[in-house]
């Protein structure tokens, strides 16, 4: 009832809206020149008319697009990043895998799983340990050369001494004669050469090994290499300045010698 009343009371509005449709409707049927151009003028209008609504959802779905590819970037950044971390490690891995096997030595590798540079004391800790049959003074070492001893073992973990700590010495050999020293470390990758005469014929890039004397390092093991060396003629020795050949600050991978 209600619906009939608000009909005849605006009967005039919707008879006006069905008049309209339907002349519409009749015009647009028309196929004549006239209603045919009216037609176009139409469109034109509208597609004016309706254009700031078409660039505003092209505006947005070239955002959506974009959002999207900016996505897929920075997820095949990230995975070329991986990717290429895995490239170093296996660089990395075949280098000690040819060292192993070139090496005569007995050579167990290992995992670094942490580092503790402080003032004075500097180590690594390994992931093996009596485990694996590792004991105290076991030299470690990588492709390079020397890394340092163990000096505690737990089961499956061992902590080592780096060659850079303070407290280590290691007896090692130099020049054409293969003269003895002792290799002290300083600061960083340097360390000097003690004991060896004024008289050693010492050049520049000299290699220091291992003299094999000592009860934990076998001879021959690569230390460092000669950078400078001063005579001073009140003093019997020569001062000698060498540089680590093992990089300390970037370690995955050890062997231990047994």
Do not use: C
Not at 67 to 84: F, G, I
Not at 172 to 190: M, N
């Amino acid at each position: 009832m209600n619906l009939y009343k608000y009909f005849f009371l605006n009967k005039d509005h919707f008879i006006f809206i069905i008049l309209i449709v339907l002349s519409s409707y009749l015009l647009f049927s028309n196929k004549s020149p006239k209603v045919i151009e009216l037609k176009y003028k139409i469109s034109d209008v509208s597609s004016k008319i309706l254009y700031p609504k078409v660039w505003y959802k092209n505006i947005l779905e070239v955002r959506e697009k974009n959002y999207d590819l900016l996505n897929e970037v920075t997820r095949l950044s990230l995975l070329n990043a991986q990717l290429d971390n895995f490239r170093i490690e296996n660089e990395k891995l075949k280098e000690m895998l040819n060292f192993s096997a070139s090496n005569p030595l007995s050579l167990i590798a290992a995992n670094v799983t942490n580092y503790s540079f402080g003032l004075s004391a500097k180590s690594i800790t390994i992931d093996i340990g009596s485990n694996r049959n590792l004991i105290k003074d076991l030299p470690i070492l990588n492709q390079n050369g020397l890394l340092g001893k163990t000096i505690l073992i737990g089961s499956e973990a061992s902590l080592v001494q780096l060659i850079n700590d303070k407290n280590f010495r290691v007896s090692v050999r130099l020049g054409s004669k293969g003269d003895l020293g002792i290799f002290v470390p300083t600061h960083g990758k340097y360390g000097i050469i003690e004991g060896v005469p004024n008289s050693s014929p010492i050049i520049i890039d000299d290699i220091v090994y291992t003299s094999g004397i000592s009860e934990i390092y076998p001879a021959n093991i690569p230390v460092a290499k000669v950078i400078s060396f001063q005579i001073k003629n009140n003093k019997p020795f020569k001062n000698i300045v060498v540089e680590l050949l093992a990089d300390l600050q970037a370690l995955d991978y050890v062997f231990v010698v047994q």
